[in-house]
Each structure stands twice: as C-alpha cells, then as structure tokens.
C-alpha cells in the first residue's frame, strides 16, 4: 500500500496542484522556495532591478520566477518527458489577481481527468467513474510548505548562474543553471522569459549534467485573458457524481513514535500526516528545492516482498523493511539521499 501511494505522492510531488495522472509543473518544487524571498518583496517587483541578470543569486533568480507565476495569467500546453522515455502532457489554463490563484489543467495523454485548484482547494474530476477527488494542498502532505526566510539552506547547497539565452514557444528567455554542492540533491537548467521572468521550461540534471526529466511548454499564452469567476463555475461538482474526500490528519514524527538518528545535510522536516484510510504515515523534509517523503505502514509479508531502489524519470523509490513496518522513501533526489534517511529513521518507542 505505501509504495502505491509513494508513487502517486511523487507524481504530486511534481505537480502544481494535481495528485496522479499528469507531472504538469515540475518546476512547482523550484519555484516554491522562492516564495522565501517574496514574504518582502511586493507582487510586480524585480528583487534584483536592473539588467544585470547574470549577478543574480539562486534566491534572487527563484523569487522572480515565483514572483511572475503569481501576478501572471496564462494558458499553455505542458509536456513532461523522462529519460527512459515516458511522455505526458496536458492544457493549462492559469488565472491570478496577485490574491486568488485559479488553475485548470485538462490531460492531453493517458487517462481522462480534469484538476482545478482554487487557492488550495483542489478538485480532481474522473469522467470514466463520475467521481471528484476533493482535497486541500496542506493536507495533500505532498508540496511542502516554504521554509521561514532565515532558514533557507538553498544558497548553502545551491548555487545559480545565468549561462545564457533561448527561444521556448515563441519567448525569448534567460538559462538559468542551478547547481547542487553536494551528491545528495540534483541539479537543474531552467528558462525564464526574459520580460516575465515566467518559467517556461526546466529540466533536472544528474551529477554528468544528463537530463533525467523536462517539463516544458510547447505553447504558451502570456497574460491571457483566464477568467477567475468562469473557472471557479467550472468547480461545481455534476449531479450525480460521488465526491471522495482522503482523510490526512496532521501529526508529527515523535507523536507516532519515529525519529532520525542523524539528520540528512540541508533537508529539513516540513509536515507529517497520519492517513488512517490506508494505514501510512507520511513525513516530509525539503531541503527548499527537493522534497523527500517516507512513508511508513505495519510490515505484510504477503504484500511486501521486494526491497531496493527504484527509478522513474527523476524520480528515485526505496522500499525496506525496518523491523515490524516497511518503510518507502521517495524523492526527486540521487538514491544516496533516500538511502541516507532511510538508514537515519528509528523507531523511538
């Protein structure tokens, strides 16, 4: 059971706001982090004026990509492809008045479904079952909260460098290469449009520099006229259809009885969420840019068979059994990192 939901939390994990069918969004995990930085800085404002871009910080960088997804409407077509070759895609539609966030995504590939987000409202529509997933981004436990500006570890294990200039869907933009100081954390090339400084392209990078994942539009709408009273209309549930609600009851480690034993450099605990429904507890740490989760469920013989680590585009699984409960851990990170927390976690009482 946990590995099935550390999957679908790693699926979300990327997203925006979705949990499962589309990776729309990658860079959601970047561009979290920036928010950091824009506690002080008001919506519209560079927090680097000037022209000089290649002065930026990481901070600097991050929060004018952050800064643009919030004051910015738009529309575009999103593709998310892996290096062993999976490809999705899907139809966004973004709305914001620098206060409320709309979002619409509609996928493009594999199975039908249709998410919007209202703030942190999300509601995930299955036509083929007529069913409406509804859940809050919190309680999803899978986009970790910002950490406090003062505790921000990006520019300890981040640095970033502009390396140039491209054209993704018709925009001229900045390439931006965010470096990792250490083997525990990816790196990552990204393309903000140079007027916006929207993100309109990212892909993460192994320790050669090869591409794991990219996430991209192949066209794009900039400042398009989205209408936030069409797309909340677009939220009421159909007749007829059965409305799930996940139970995820914030807890924290030490409550349940687990610990680390030693900390792994620069990722620090973010939530913790018991799921009484399929029996896991879910804890979260962010490092600011990546984000781990551990899932932890009584052992089963019967169902949990087979340990290792597991890939998925940029997306590492490690599956083992601590004792009397099998422990899944789950990040956008190297396998070293999974493996560091995985042999920190203990069980305290």
Known sequence: ??????????????????????????????TLAASQVLAAT??????????????RT??????????????RSYVGTFVVSSGNGAMSSARIWHACDGRRQFERIESLSGERRSTFRRDDEVLTFLPQTHTVRRERRESLGEFPEPLKPDESPIPEFYAARRVGSDRVAGFETDVVQVVP??????????????????????QTLDENGGVLEQAAFSELQINA??????????????????????QAAKTTAAAEGWGLK??????????????????VLQWIFSDG???????????????????GVFASGATHTLTRRVQDWWVTVVGEVPPQT???FAAALERRR
């Open 1 to 30: 059971m946990a590995r099935a939901t550390a999957r679908a939390a790693s699926a979300a994990a990327r997203l925006r706001f979705a949990q499962g069918a589309l990776a729309v969004w990658t860079a959601a995990a970047l």
């Open 42 to 55: 008001p919506p519209g404002t560079d927090p680097h004026p000037g022209d000089g871009r290649g002065e």
């Open 58 to 71: 990481v901070n600097e960088w991050l929060a004018r990509m952050q800064d643009a997804s919030r004051v």
């Open 181 to 202: 100081k250490d083997n525990l954390r990816y790196g990552y090339r990204i393309w903000s449009e140079q007027k916006t400084g929207l993100m309109v392209k990212q």
């Open 225 to 246: 006229p989205v209408s936030i009273e069409r797309l909340s209309q677009m939220m009421a549930v159909p007749a007829g259809w059965r409305v799930e609600k996940p």
């Open 262 to 279: 030693a900390s792994v450099a620069g990722f620090k605990p973010m939530n913790c969420y018991k799921r009484p429904d399929e029996g």
């Open 289 to 307: 840019l990546a984000s781990v989760s551990l899932f932890i469920e009584d052992f089963d013989r019967e169902r949990h068979v087979q340990e």
């Open 338 to 340: 999974l493996q560091a």
